[in-house]
């Protein structure tokens, strides 16, 4: 069974910096993309970065500039580094990816548990 845990929140001062990670494991034949959500208290989850195989980005206009998403593929691992944090940066984030699980499998959407970012002003 496929597993997608992250890890890297916690609390930070506004303007500083933190890295998550998040590692799928378990059986795995590829992985497309991959991504972070976030959800703030009383908000709808949101989009902030993704990743193709093949490193293409996409990112949320209120992170551009300040986060970077990036991959390993080796390790079947997506990062995000987060800079010149701002308290409305403050949620739990979500990583996800599309994985196949062998060559003749569906792709499925797999999510991580959450990892709470909290940035204090």
Known sequence: ?????????????????????????????????????????????????????????????SVKGRFTISRDNTKNTVYLQMNSLKPEDTAVYYCNADIKERIYANWSLEWGQGTQVTVSS
């Open 1 to 61: 069974q496929v597993q997608v845990v992250e890890s890297g929140g916690g609390l930070v001062q506004a303007g500083g910096s933190l890295r998550l990670s998040c590692a799928a494991s378990g059986e795995i034949f590829n992985i497309g993309i991959m991504g972070w959500d976030r959800q703030a208290p009383g908000k709808q989850r949101e989009l902030v970065a993704s990743i193709t195989s093949t490193g293409t980005t996409h990112y949320a206009d």
